[in-house]
């Protein structure tokens, strides 16, 4: 495939990043072995960059993430993509304003996830982040778009940044890779803490005009203008 | 602004020491991403130095902490402070005697706040350092003053140095940031041990008269004289 | 021992793996102390290579890895071999598709095993690397081959790469030892996962053809060609 | 006090094993802040070494230990020692067999200790380390004997070498410090296995017959000669 000068720069400095993040999934233990990865897609282009499937955190390079279209067709990359880049792939090709998504089992959401469970919103910083509830999607077998359209049909119908995939795991979006990846971090805290907080009683749902005020600040002036 | 040269020393020497506190922060799994900030009143001076607002843990420094005054007007910083700085100037104008403010929605002392739940005192080490039950503050949004006088009515009815505010997260205070900083690990700690018994039975309340012999003893025995 | 030049660079190479392959049992919290153990299989030869008994993990090199028969004989190395080597000689000696073993007591795991309860399977990810449920094997004594016994029949009888010992802990297997380690981490993980979703509820079981056929494809497609 | 060169050279290594050991309490995370500390007999003398009062574990220094008589009066030190170290210093009195004392405040055997519950044996590495139950003692005042002497007469009665301090937390002896500090760690790993396993139903006590077994082949069998 030939493309402009532009978009390889501007390729290689996404392999640079989707690698480096898979770190923030390490350290907030949110993945073991190879169970977890990110993508971002290419601006403008129909592609992604995405982690080589059942390759080791420690392993990861920029050179070895793959890049594919928005059908997970492989186009640059000796190793196949992540099992999930169908649905990663979905996601890009169905929402349009999404710029990453993320996929993790993390131990508490995906908890939640095994019941059938939206996470209550209890929490300010629930609010702050995901707008309300973090919602479940559908169970689905892996192979077709099923997990795909899943993932977006329920986000369609929410402001959450997250989705809890039925008896499986969580699904994350952003506006690039690095918010996707935030949402993968502050859903799973999230998830522990309400948990938690249920464990003893009842945690307090938080008024839904305080939900709305919240989720309103925080998407517009939190944080460096440069930084959000 | 122009500041005398001993002010400007103390000045630079808290930004170091600031800084250096969140490092605790992270080590005690306190905060995620950006969500938990340190900050330290300059000594008889209306201003205080404060962690810059949504700028990750790896990525400060002493010059990125924030200079502001008592109503979180920024002196010296190119980045805007923490968006708990309102808060956290409420404190330090309304609490003389009180040297450094922490906030983290720490996992189980934040579950307690969101069933609305003091933390019972049924550890020495929770007498010790806080000298009975850690008490819960009001819901308040974020916005206005409601956050601080919240706090401030609080910990001004109790001898505990930390309070959960309803369905937010932990407040500590402190004679200096350090000081803060301890409270804030010793109050998730305690929150996480008495979330523990009570989940299997009925963990078993300090006699009051217990509890005061304990917190006098360590507010004024333990530890080296030049570390308390 | 007389061993030919290339059988020698066979136990050279794995006592290189089987010590490295110690730091994931310490990465993923399944050890504490010197609790936990992994061995390979030499191929094509009735030997073993396994960790010393009492060693800490800090001080695990490749050379004082021990060489034994399948009968547990120490055949080269200094150390007494773990305290585990009849047991896992057993399952070499009836199994001889198993390549490695991994003895750990991970907490969630072993608390399932305390218990004598089974896994059910209600995530995807126990489909996948499971097939199923992951069963309990009896109580046994330590001193003849009862605990090989257990872990035989109790693995024979199932797809699982798990074996939970009642009151005890876990034996995991794999073709080789790296495989042993990731069923290990695997286990630990729905353990835990399954265990925090049950707290609060009833984690929903996936139905068997589901199973069967997450089981199928993550066998047979997932991963690279080479890293399986 | 004037000490032979014998004794000096005993009292530094003793220095460096003391110093060293209390990382092995940060890394099982037994510990926070300052709250925990490991001290070991001068063999044939009535003196120990002890971490100094209130000194964070990564400012500990073989220097920095303290050097104190069977009361606690100190020989050699800049710092104040302990505030444990009158409840060791008695047990060093009390019970001539025990070489080393650990005291720590870890999450799930303080919360055990705080309901006044102690552990049943339900898991073999329990019968392996501890013997059977590990026995809580009574609620004590710091200031004068009642800590040590609960201490002492709590571990008199029991084979355990681990004691949960009501409503306080745990204090280990061994033949050594490094013997005590692994009690210590593997008293955390039980007080949290068999607490997750009660959580979801009962765990299964091990039979007295078994639980003697596993005890004395632990205590005479295991480990390399040199490392037990």
Chains 1, 2, 3, 4 share one sequence.
């Not at 030939?2 to 390490?26: F, G, Y």
């Not at 982040?129 to 077998?141: K, N, Q, S, W, Y």
């Not at 969580?170 to 690039?176: E, H, L, N, P, S």
């Not at 925080?218 to 944080?223: E, F, S």
Request: charged share 20%.
């Amino acid at each position: 495939m030939s493309l402009s000068t532009d978009v390889n720069a501007t390729i290689t400095s996404l392999r640079h990043e989707v690698c480096a993040l898979h770190a923030e999934l390490t350290r907030y233990q949110l993945v073991i072995w190879t169970a977890g990865n990110v993508s971002a897609r290419v601006p403008d282009r129909d592609l992604m960059v995405i982690k080589p499937s059942g390759v080791s955190y420690d392993d990861l390079t920029p050179e070895n993430m793959v890049l594919c279209d928005l059908h997970g067709r492989v186009l640059e990359g000796e190793h196949a993509p992540s099992s999930d880049t169908d649905a990663q792939a979905y996601v890009y090709r169905q929402m349009p304003h999404v710029g990453g998504v993320v996929h993790t089992h993390s131990t508490y959401a995906t908890a939640w996830a095994s019941r059938g469970e939206a996470i209550p919103c209890a929490l300010t910083m629930q609010a702050d982040e995901f707008g309300g509830e973090i919602p479940v999607g559908p169970f689905a077998l892996i192979g077709d778009d099923s997990i795909g359209r899943g993932i977006v049909e329920t986000l369609t119908a929410s402001r959450s940044a997250a989705v809890l995939m039925k008896q499986h795991g969580v699904f994350t979006i952003g506006k690039d890779a690095r918010s996707a990846v935030k949402a993968a971090v502050m859903c799973e805290d999230v998830a522990r803490t309400v948990h938690i907080a249920r464990q003893l009683g009842e945690p307090i749902r938080i008024e839904p005009t305080d939900v709305d005020s919240l989720f309103d600040r925080y998407q517009n002036v939190y944080g460096q203008k440069d930084n959000r």
